[in-house]
């Protein structure tokens, strides 16, 4: 088998890296962003055929593309059926629709696909990475009737902090995530609860309900857990290491790809999310009636924490800036996919200006 990764020097495309030359898949394209090091020595470790880096630069592969429209480029060249999409951002999006309309799967991890534009994806196509929905999808391999679906939160870096003080917590406050690696912005979206709020429509709209709920979790063993009809509750617990969901998006399954989680150190205590400490989470059952407003919270989103990033926003800003887009672009319903693109350059503008 091949396949195609985006995002490689991220993350979770570093983690694949890792579970591919475990198992001896194939690498046929590279697709990096800035950071030109670390992709140049993928490239002598894995020899992919394609390579595509945010600008043009010099690479030692037989096909060498640049920019999003090279990216594009790529999926169309390449023979991989299985595409992994580890992406971050709005950007992911464009390479998830295409890869679908060339034929191929994808094991998605740009979560902001779903989140903007599930509506118009073919979910049959995708193999979900994200932890929460890995651990849905397999807790829901048995025929029985689910009534909820639940999603845990560790609740992000700033859980046990005072809510007075949040708002003007710095970046590097939030970037001490408790249980998980993870790039810059997710690890954000986890201390705002953005996060979650975006775990539940991509869950919307994967497992096709809207009878879903979040729990924070502190420890992160615990990922998914589904409430049955009969009155069963069942959890689906591993360590926090993704290798484990990557690996079965990869369609290895079976295999000893972790140890399991140490029960005799595990101490599981739920809490509730509370929206004082997590302002966004007032709108998550708001958003789930009017999911098509996803893609006017990623876009108010990603533009708060890009002025966050500036230093023109607090830390506090980002969620008023999300709850003030989605009030005033309420109800939203998104008829085609070019729309998608045109509320988001709207939304994005609006952040501007506040
Ligand atoms: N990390 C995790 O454990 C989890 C992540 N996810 C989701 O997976 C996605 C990736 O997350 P994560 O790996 O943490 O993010 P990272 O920030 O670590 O990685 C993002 C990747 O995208 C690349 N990239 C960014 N901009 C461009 C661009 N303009 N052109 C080409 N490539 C670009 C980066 O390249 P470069 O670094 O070279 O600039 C990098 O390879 C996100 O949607 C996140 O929400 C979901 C569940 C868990
Ligand atoms: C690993 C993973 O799936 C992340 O999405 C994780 O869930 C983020 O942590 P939070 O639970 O803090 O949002
Ligand atoms: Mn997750």
Redesign the pocket.
């Known amino acids: 088998m091949k396949i195609a990764l ?8 570093t ?1 694949t890296l890792e579970v591919c030359r475990r198992y001896g898949i194939e690498v046929e394209v590279l ?6 090091d ?2 140049a020595k993928q490239i002598e470790e894995f020899r992919p055929r394609i390579v ?3 600008k043009r630069a010099n690479f030692d592969a037989p096909v060498v593309l640049h920019g ?1 429209e090279g ?1 594009l480029q790529a999926l169309t060249m390449c023979e991989s059926e299985l595409v992994v999409n ?4 709005f ?2 999006l464009r390479p998830t629709l295409k890869a679908i309309e060339l034929g191929k799967r994808v094991a998605l ?4 696909s779903l989140v903007v534009a599930g509506k118009f994806i073919d979910v049959s196509k995708l193999r979900p ?3 929460e929905h890995f651990g849905l999808w397999y807790l829901l391999q048995s025929a029985r009737q689910p009534k909820r679906l639940i999603l845990t939160a560790s609740g992000g870096a700033l859980r046990d902090w005072e809510i007075e003080r949040i708002a003007h917590a710095s970046l590097q406050d939030v970037l001490n995530h408790p249980n ?7 690890t954000i ?1 986890s201390a705002t609860m953005v ?1 979650k709020l ?1 775990e539940v429509l991509e869950a919307y709209w994967l497992f096709e309900t809207k009878h879903i709920d979040a729990v924070i979790e502190p420890s992160s063993l615990v990922h998914g857990i589904v409430e049955f009809m009969d009155g069963s509750t069942t959890m689906h617990a591993s360590k926090t290491d ?1 290798k484990l969901p990557i690996a079965y998006a990869l369609g290895i399954m079976d295999e000893p790809i972790l140890s399991n989680v140490d029960l005799l150190a595990m101490n599981i205590a739920f809490r509730a999310i509370d929206s004082e400490r997590y302002p966004v989470w007032q709108i998550k059952d708001a958003l789930l009636q009017h999911p098509d407003c996803g893609v006017v919270v990623n876009a108010a989103n990603e533009a708060a924490i890009e002025r966050f990033l500036k230093g023109s926003f607090t830390f506090g800003d980002i969620a008023q800036a999300i709850l003030q887009a989605f009030e005033r672009f309420e109800g939203r319903v998104v008829n085609d996919i070019e729309e998608i693109f045109a509320i988001d350059e709207e939304v994005r503008n609006y952040v501007k200006t506040l």
């Open positions: 985006l995002g490689s020097t991220g993350s979770i495309g983690n697709v990096a962003g800035n950071n030109i670390l992709l595509v880096s945010a999003q990216i580890a992406l971050v951002g950007l992911g991890a740009n979560k902001e990475i994200d932890s998980w690696s993870m790039g810059t912005k997710i979206d996060n975006f993704m």
